[in-house]
């Protein structure tokens, strides 16, 4: 199993809806979880982090851990065409480890 | 200000051939990694050097070298160039302290093999 997976999509939704993406991960003993959006043809950067288990919000940004059942997500509200990019869900441990990454699409 | 720079942005080479990737970051940061990134945008971490010395070295094949002059740059250098390794690689800096694991990336730089 692979440390931390991620379905990569993709994933295409009109202007305006709620997008949930998701990772899940192997090892309990994760506590610090990272997500980072890649523009098409750029480095990726970090868009937030949440520590250990619960919600943490920026803007139209929440990334949610569920430690009970290894889950990760990052719920994107009224979504827009400037948030078309590629989402990675990232654990360090000693290195970061990426999930395969979502391709979002968001259609005006 | 760019923050991590990578030189060339693309690269097109033919099999057997030797080539260089150059990085380098002005975030006065002490820990530099090579990844490479393959076309279904999976990101997997290849070497990382702390103030010049090499802490992380993946399962790569020994026809990648990388080489930290300083701890403001990182270069990449793959010998005997295969099909295999088209692939976009990134480099990508940080400096970490407890609670802060951000890695800040490069904007990568395309290889193509022929």
């Known amino acids: 199993q692979k440390e931390v997976e991620q379905d990569p999509g993709p994933l295409s939704v009109p202007e305006g809806a709620i997008v949930s993406l998701n990772c899940t991960y192997s090892n309990s003993a994760f506590q610090y979880f990272m997500w980072y959006r890649q523009y098409s043809r750029k480095g990726p950067e970090l868009l937030m982090y949440?520590?250990?288990?619960g919600n943490k919000e920026d803007g139209r940004f929440t990334a949610q851990v569920d430690k009970s059942s290894k889950y990760i997500s990052l719920f994107i509200r009224d979504s827009q065409p400037s948030d078309s990019a590629t989402y990675l869900c990232a654990i360090p441990t000693g290195k970061l480890i990426f999930g395969q990454g979502t391709t979002l699409q968001v259609k005006p | 200000d760019t923050a991590v720079s990578q030189t060339p942005k693309y690269l097109v080479t033919q099999m057997g051939n030797d080539k260089s990737i150059k990085c380098e970051q002005n975030?006065?940061?002490?820990?530099m990694y090579w990844y490479k990134q393959d076309s279904k945008k999976f990101l997997k971490i290849m070497f990382s050097y702390n103030n010049k010395e090499l802490i992380i070295n993946e399962t790569v094949p020994n026809r990648f070298s990388p080489k930290s002059p300083d701890k403001a740059h990182l270069n990449l250098h793959i010998n005997s160039l295969e099909l295999g390794d088209s692939a976009v690689y990134f480099c990508?800096?940080?400096?970490?302290?407890?609670?802060?694991?951000?890695?800040?990336f490069g904007p990568g730089t395309r290889l193509t093999v022929t």
């Open positions: 975030l006065g940061h002490d820990t």
């Open positions: 949440t520590y250990s288990s």
């Open positions: 990508a800096s940080s400096q970490e302290r407890e609670g802060s694991y951000e890695q800040y």
